[in-house]
Nanobody
Framework: QVQLVESGGGLVQPGGSLRLSCAAS????????MGWYRQAPGEQRELVAT???????NYADSVKGRFTISRDNAKNTVYLQMNSLKPEDTAVYYC?????????WGQGTQVTVSS
């Protein structure tokens, strides 16, 4: 079974930066599409960014130009660099892995943007 472990969340002031990491195990990481999603209280989970096995990326309009997704296949890790954070970015951020019918999630990490 896929294991995904997120880290790097926390409390940051508006305009600040955070980098989330997601370490994957028990998969051939390099062939999976990896992604970050988020869920704010009372809201549905939404896409933040994805990165394919070939390195193609896709971003939600709300984070374009501020967030960057990347992957290090040697470390089985996907990252989300978040800059210019806004209060509306506050949410639990979840790591996701996808390959065919396989679709797995991490436990989530809280990001709070507040002064």
């Amino acid at each position: 079974q896929v294991q995904l472990v997120e880290s790097g969340g926390g409390l940051v002031q508006p305009g600040g930066s955070l980098r989330l990491s997601c370490a994957a195990s028990k998969i051939i990481f390099s062939i999976y599409t990896m992604g970050w999603y988020r869920q704010a209280p009372g809201e549905q989970r939404e896409l933040v960014a994805t990165i394919t096995r070939g390195g193609s990326t896709n971003y939600a309009d709300s984070v374009k130009g501020r967030f960057t997704i990347s992957r290090d296949n040697a470390k089985n890790t996907v990252y989300l660099q978040m800059n210019s954070l806004k209060p509306e970015d506050t949410a639990v951020y979840y790591c996701n892995s996808r390959l065919g019918n396989s679709n797995d999630w991490g436990q989530g990490t809280q990001v709070t943007v507040s002064s």
